[in-house]
T-cell receptor
């Protein structure tokens, strides 16, 4: 299995809703990432998990809450979002630098989020 | 602040032409990657370069890492419509931490 699977593919939510994005990989990768991509812009790093521990938070607002329940799963919990948070949310995984290998990301297809 | 600048931002060429995309920074990278992204999909890794001066070839694509590991280029020979997409470079500055370049949108017309 060489894929990163993201669900749902599309999500429309109101500003008072609580929802979660899910990401799964079975490649033995020990680093997992959340990126946010606005239209016609490059992906922007949000969070990095290394060996299931949060290692990088790029000053993301607290209305985004990541969770890594085990080495294969990564969630992004959403609460009280704003319309400007509408974007493509990409999950990626890679071997951790601590595993010593030359790393490259494998990306999921993303969740297209619309906040209304 | 954009750490990695790509040029050109947009490129529209005819099938069969050659092209070069550049990725530049004032910072040194531990490694650098190139990705291609199609609309509605996640980026797909094309190559990772690590050593200054390194050159890698992937069929009609040639990737070069600058000697000082601050810049990189992607050259495509005899472009085809299937090469159309958004090309992104991503530089590794710290452990597990990559930042993406501003992107080059390539359109190859048949």
């Amino acid at each position: 299995d060489t894929e990163v699977t993201q669900t749902p593919k599309h999500l429309v939510m109101g500003m008072t809703n609580k929802k979660s994005l899910k990401c799964e990989q079975h490649m033995g990768h020990r680093a997992m990432y959340w990126y946010k991509q606005k239209a016609k812009k490059p992906p922007e790093l949000m969070f990095v998990y290394s060996y299931e521990k949060l290692s990088i938070n790029e000053s993301v607002p607290s209305r985004f809450s990541p969770e890594c329940p085990n080495s294969s799963l990564l969630n992004l919990h959403l609460h009280a979002l704003q319309p400007e948070d509408s974007a493509l949310y990409l999950c990626a995984s890679s071997q951790d630098r601590g595993q010593g290998a030359l790393i490259g990301y494998t990306f999921g297809s993303g969740t297209r989020l619309t906040v209304v | 602040t954009q750490l990695l600048e790509q040029s050109p931002q947009f490129l529209s060429i005819q099938e069969g032409e050659n092209l070069t995309v550049y990725c530049n920074s004032s910072s040194v990278f531990s490694s650098l990657q190139w990705y291609r992204q199609e609309p509605g999909e996640g980026p797909v890794l094309l190559v990772t370069v690590v050593t200054g001066g390194e050159v890698k070839k992937l069929k009609r694509l040639t990737f070069q890492f600058g000697d000082a590991r601050k810049d990189s280029s992607l050259h495509i020979t005899a472009a085809q419509p299937g090469d159309t997409g958004l090309y992104l470079c991503a530089g590794e500055y710290n452990f597990n931490k990559f930042y993406f370049g501003s992107g080059t949108k390539l359109n190859v017309k048949p």
